[in-house]
């Protein structure tokens, strides 16, 4: 049985949905986080070494697992969550778990990026931590965080199309069961050149994206 253009359009959609959901629900998980391991450091903000200690403990415990291992460790929490360990919606709990951590050190080294002498500024001019957050240490950080994020959206491309390797679907699923079990070479050169084709479309899109937020 061939695969049909209805099938490959299927699946990049899968891939899109999954690298979506799982960026905007990471985005929620990892923002914060990585705030928070900035301001918490010594010498900052809110400078607080136990729960910096712990949060990069945390981070670091979820950034050392790889992916697939990943997403095998945690099947009874994806079943829990979503009534099921196959499929799209069961692959973008992993992906979560995987990328959230992942964005917060990028948020992280983003906002070290920033130099000091802006947040002494802010703090000379009598602004709250919160204020200097998030009208200081933010927007001077924007460039750096939009590029940031495009690392991590290219991530998650990446990363679904592992999630085929247990049935999560979308362009890794079709690779594996088309490409590889049943030796089509064609099928394994199209989800190739889909995801090259998406990975060069997300990054270029996030480097003009860059280029217009320092210029502004």
Excluded: C
Aim: net charge neutral; charged share 10%.
């Amino acid at each position: 049985m061939s695969v049909n253009y209805y099938q490959i359009l299927e699946a990049l959609w899968e891939t899109i949905y999954m690298t979506g959901a799982a960026f905007g629900f990471s985005l929620l998980i990892g923002f914060p986080l990585g705030i928070l391991l900035v301001i918490t450091r010594k010498g900052h903000l809110i400078e607080n070494e136990s729960i910096s200690k712990v949060l990069n403990i945390i981070i670091n415990i979820f950034r050392s697992v790889p992916f697939i291992i990943l997403m095998v460790a945690i099947i009874p929490l994806t079943r829990l969550i979503v009534g099921t360990s196959i499929g799209t919606a069961a692959a973008i709990v992993p992906l979560v778990f995987y990328a959230g951590p992942y964005i917060a050190r990028l948020i992280e080294n983003s906002l070290l990026e920033v130099d000091k002498g802006v947040i002494e500024a802010a703090q000379a001019m009598g602004a709250s931590p919160v204020q200097i957050i998030f009208r200081f240490l933010i927007p001077e950080a924007l460039s750096s965080l939009v590029l940031a994020l495009t690392i991590a959206v290219v991530g998650l491309i990446g990363a679904s199309a592992m999630a085929g390797a247990i049935g999560g679907g979308g362009l890794g699923d079709l690779a594996i069961t088309y490409g590889y079990q049943r030796f089509d070479t064609f099928i394994m050169f199209v989800t190739v050149a889909i995801l090259v084709v998406l990975v060069q479309g997300v990054q270029s899109f996030g480097n003009i994206l860059s280029r217009r937020v320092r210029r502004s």
